[in-house]
């Protein structure tokens, strides 16, 4: 799979081929030995710590979500996930058409050139109606709104079976967190956003939800990934299944996927959290060069953890101490 999506390179610096040259090389190691493993990065790699100017990296968390769904829509399974539409096109973000703004990613082909894309609110009152896009339906919208958050989830069909989903692509509006919109408005204390304080208080005013919910004008559209391992997670954006406490998501503009990264921060319960985790996804959310997403895993268990993870800590890369030819780096 690494060789059909190699590593590309990105701000950060690191040598994409040399780094594709040495997981060529680790997959020749043989299994659970924990020397050699050690002895293998010594060798392979320089630590490089990630200092940004407010003086220390800051990590939050991501999970799979488990649903309930159906194929097909019903009085009880009313609300879609759509594929991504036809007129929906990647653009440059650094060099954006004209009426579109800087850091756009995607926006909407017309006859008269590019404009763009509806966002949630327009999608939710009927924009794709009629498309045949739906790619399954969910009971509660809260429920949808999420996994646009989380980028995939595990649906468990009512006809019987289950499907995973995965991020195909976004509406190219900015995402806004409702968190920081419901401390605007008083409804949430200042500090008091997490998962599940917002979901209590969207659950408790169903009469306002949909429009807090629509004030974060992203809208992300899903495509179907199977994942041969259950214990593994989504298909993200570096093309492999994530691997629960060990994926984490990074800036792609400035990290290249399938790096090492040692992270060293706090859970929400105080526990420390210190390991090797691997760059595999990335996120709308996730900006900066010290700014990590440690995918937690599936299901309720890993949503809580997730749910409350806000913290600093330390964001150390490791870096390929080789060029692919054998020289020092």
Request: glycine share 10%.
């Amino acid at each position: 799979m690494l060789d059909a999506h190699p590593p590309k390179p990105r701000g950060a610096g690191v040598d994409p081929l040399a780094l594709a040259a040495i997981i060529a090389s680790a997959g020749e190691m043989p299994a659970a030995d924990n020397a050699l493993a050690r002895a293998f990065f010594e060798a392979e790699f320089q630590p490089l710590a990630v200092v940004p100017t407010e003086g220390n990296g800051f990590f939050t968390g991501y999970y799979e979500p488990i649903v309930t769904g159906s194929r097909t829509r019903s009085a009880a399974f009313a609300t879609p996930i759509y594929r991504r539409p036809d007129d929906l096109v990647e653009i440059d973000p650094d060099d954006p058409p004209a009426g579109i703004e800087a850091g756009t990613r995607f926006a909407r082909r017309t006859a008269d050139g590019l404009a763009p894309y509806p966002d949630r609110g327009a999608i939710e009152a009927g924009y794709l109606d009629g498309r045949g896009l739906e790619l399954v339906f969910l009971a509660d919208p809260v429920d949808a709104f999420f996994i646009h958050i989380q980028g995939a989830a595990r649906i468990r069909l009512a006809e019987g079976g289950e499907m995973r989903i995965t991020y195909a692509a976004k509406s190219g509006h900015p995402y806004t967190p409702i968190g920081r919109v419901l401390i605007e408005r008083g409804a949430l204390p200042s500090g008091g956003a997490t998962m599940a304080t917002i979901r209590g208080w969207l659950a408790e005013h169903p009469d306002e939800a949909r429009a807090v919910m629509a004030t974060n004008r992203s809208f992300i559209f899903f495509r179907e990934a199977e994942v041969d391992d259950p214990a593994l997670g989504p298909v993200a954006a570096a093309k492999v299944p994530l691997t629960p406490r060990r994926s984490l998501a990074v800036d792609r503009l400035i990290h290249t996927f399938h790096m090492p990264v040692w992270v060293d921060t706090t859970l929400a319960d105080g526990a420390a959290f210190r390991r090797l985790m691997v760059a595999q996804d990335t996120g709308s959310a996730i900006v900066g060069a010290a700014r990590g997403d440690i995918f937690t895993g599936s299901g309720e268990a890993a949503g809580a953890i997730a749910g409350g993870l806000a913290a600093r800590g330390t964001f150390v890369i490791l870096a390929p101490r080789r060029s692919p030819a054998g020289d020092e780096g």
